[in-house]
């Protein structure tokens, strides 16, 4: 009987005992999670040089080591080799503290271009610019950058160095009724210069040069300016009624000839004093006209002074100096005889009233 109530009793003490087991495991975990959740490190420190092995994600527990390697485009210092790898320390910080320990890749040296010049740094990340001396010009790409390569280990250029050639121009457009100099030639130098003029003209009226009489080879087939016209350029006569011309009298009147107007006496001036023949045959500004009326003092003309009038100017202006000059000595004089008059007089009132010894 007694050997039967034994495996009854222990079975029923079996959940208590299971219970215990579970609440045991659970402060043991608690306990391990603890002290592993308050001494975890919760960033990766960061370089730029450098980057962690794996990529890990924060936060990480004491004790747990990240080892960096360069980033694309570096490579280790040498000959000096810094420490890579760093542990998260109870505390939240990390030991050894670690430095840079990559520096950026070069690119292969680069050669100053003939006629030319080269600025910059070769290193990873940098560029290289180039230009020419005066009289060349550039032909390729001006800017250059050190990059990564395909397989992203190694640097390279972004293309190839550019080179400075010689400036030339072709030979400048030919014009009807007109020639320019050198016209001879095939190719033209940097800065090298053309000048057109016309050709006589078989008619009454002779061609005007319209635009620039010279052209600048100032680029690579490149001119400062489009060529000139050679054409006849005519304006009609200039007539103005209850006036005059006072300067640019003549039969004919052709391109950039001017005209300057008077109005007769009692009319005033409307438009401008000033004309000028241009291009289109026209006069520039339009001919002026004449109204009846004084002119106001803006519009009438202005007249020199002849060497008659500066002259008489010119000695009455001295003659005043001069006789502002006298009258000051005159004046000067008089006063000093005054005052030795008076000097005397009071030396001799002073004896006669002293006794005598």
């Given amino acids: 009987m007694t050997a039967s109530r034994g495996p009854r009793r222990a079975s029923r003490r079996r959940p208590f005992s299971s219970w215990s ?23 990766i420190p960061r370089y730029d040089s450098m980057k962690a092995k794996g990529n890990p994600v924060p936060p990480v527990s004491a004790g747990f080591a990240v080892e960096y390697e360069c980033r694309p485009g570096y490579r280790l210092i040498v000959p000096l080799v810094r420490p890579t790898t760093t542990v998260c320390q109870p505390d939240g910080t990390w030991a050894p503290p670690l430095r840079e320990a990559c520096t950026r890749k070069s690119c292969p040296q680069l050669a100053e271009p003939l006629n030319g010049r080269l600025e910059g740094t070769f290193q990873f990340g940098a560029q290289a610019n180039y230009s020419c001396n005066v009289g060349y010009h550039l032909v390729g790409t001006p800017v250059l950058r050190c990059e990564l390569a395909g397989d992203r280990n190694n640097v390279a250029w972004s293309g190839d160095p550019p080179q400075c050639e010689k400036i030339l121009c072709q030979p400048p457009q030919q014009i009807e009724n007109g020639t320019f100099s050198n016209s001879h ?6 800065n090298e210069v053309v000048t057109y003029r016309c050709k006589p003209s078989n008619g009454p009226d002779e061609f005007s040069l319209v635009g620039e009489s010279t052209l600048t080879c100032s ?53 401008s004093r000033k004309i000028v023949c241009e291009a289109n045959n026209a006069w520039v500004p339009e001919i002026p006209r004449c109204v009846k009326g004084r002119p106001t003092p803006d519009e009438t003309p202005s007249r020199s002074l002849g060497t008659g009038a500066i002259v008489g100017i010119t000695l009455a202006v ?33 004896k006669s009233s002293t006794p005598a010894q």
């Avoid at 087991?21 to 960033?43: I, K, M, Q, R, Y």
């Avoid at 030639?185 to 940097?190: A, R, V």
């Avoid at 006063?335 to 005397?344: D, P, Q, S, V, Y």
């Fill in 318 to 350: 001295v003659g005043g100096a001069l006789a502002l000059i006298a009258s000051w000595m005159y004046y000067q004089k008089k006063r000093k005889g005054k005052t030795e008059g008076t000097a005397a007089y009071s030396t001799y009132q002073n």
């Fill in 219 to 271: 680029g690579p087939n490149k001119w400062s300016s489009d060529p000139p016209v050679c054409k006849v350029v005519k304006c009609d006569y200039p007539s103005l009624p209850d006036g005059h011309i006072v300067s640019g009298f003549g039969k004919k009147y052709y391109y950039k000839a001017e005209v300057e107007f008077e109005c007769n006496q009692g009319y005033s001036l409307e438009g």
């Fill in 185 to 190: 030639k095939d190719t033209f130098e940097y």
């Fill in 21 to 43: 087991h579970f609440v045991g495991n659970l402060l043991v975990t608690l306990a391990l999670w603890l002290p592993a959740s308050t001494d975890a490190c919760d960033e």
